[in-house]
């Protein structure tokens, strides 16, 4: 159960299926390169509990359906090698917040280096093996650090894509019917849909050429689908971008309320 985030702007059709989902996390970083990586992961109580209605018995167990829940302690341990060398479970609970259910966890790394992200939140849950046929080879946010006066961190970001297959699920939401009540259901169950992001340095910014940087804090990646359904006009002009600028991108996402993405393959750091 790993997660943690495509950033290409168009492909978020390979996890309309868990629309409910809301993740976020966030890389803290010290000077000396090591750190933490804090993730809390909630789902509608709703889609909780249909999923529970299922059948999900154990082979050995005839008589009692298990109830589904996000938090798994042995799978979140397990986690903690997906994100790179010498990664370390420290702790995890399960949460319910606001008509919501999952669970937060936090893993250590003593460098930052050796830390990989998966930038596909389609990942994140296997909710069914209907995907491993098609699997596409992973992409990762990787780092690159520096331990001076000050600290310096480059991340490196996975190149944005310009694909048919994801204007199609752009389009595909464009056409929704507030009448049609089966498009209706499908945008309540959108709509508490987000994954963000995020680093913070414990420690002052000097300099970067990150496009949102708020304080301490870098974020990397914050997709609210909400908000993209309410502004379908940008977010065709989005769709329909034939250019690969990326000056250009940028000023149209500027355009759109809910939605960041670091364009830059590289961004820069520096901090004390």
Known sequence: MN??????LFSLISILFC???????????????????????LMKKEFVDMMSGFNLKSENDTTKSSRFTLFNPDELKADAAKYGENVQYISGKEIVEKGREGYEVVYKFQNINQLKIDSDPGNKLSLSNADDQNKKPKEFITFAFSGSNPSELTIKMPKAKFDDTSQASIESKDTVNSENPMQKEFMNLMKDFRFALQLHVNGNIKSTN????????????????????ENKDEVEKLNNLKSKNIDEMKKLLEKVPGIKIELNESVNVKFD
């Open 3 to 8: 997660l943690l985030y495509k950033l290409s």
């Open 19 to 41: 629309g409910c989902l809301e993740v976020e996390t966030t890389i803290n970083l010290n000077k000396d390169g090591s750190g933490t990586i804090e993730e809390k992961v």
């Open 210 to 229: 990150a496009t949102y940087v708020n304080g301490s804090n870098i974020i990397l990646l914050d997709v609210a689908i909400d908000k993209l359904l």
